[in-house]
């Protein structure tokens, strides 16, 4: 893609984001407004996403070894995606559980302090759960 191609698509997403919510912004705010708001940006966002996927395969033929260097290329960056996902997600998720069980945990304490023991055992299995991504992670750059 050209630099102007790649300039329009970024101002079509910024203005895309920033026409909806500004229009929900500056009037009453109603229920109506934001879902229009919503469905604007959406509307915008997906168009964008559209257009640069269909200029991204779009273009002049290839030769064979230039393909399969491109397709080595994709296999790493989707490896890196998925390293990145992994561990992402894992942690996003462990966040979550942490912050349930740590709050009970604390709950818990506060009440009774002999249920420390328990209570750091599940607030420790939810902290397992980001290690695991991260271990996942770990083993996907391995492979690359």
Known sequence: MTLTVKLLLIATLV??????????LIGEKTKKRY?????????????AFAIAAIMMFAGDPVKAADTAQAAASNATGFGYLAAAL???LSCVGGGI??????????????EDSSALGKS??????????CLYGLIISFMILGKL
């Open 35 to 47: 879902k229009r708001a919503i469905g604007a940006n959406a509307f915008f966002y997906f168009g």
């Open 120 to 129: 750091l055992i599940f607030v420790g299995l939810a902290e397992g759960v």
């Open 86 to 88: 992994s561990t992402g």
């Open 15 to 24: 203005l895309g984001i920033i026409i909806p919510f500004g229009y929900f």
């Open 97 to 110: 559980a942490v912050a349930s069980a740590a709050s009970a945990a604390l709950g818990a304490i506060s």
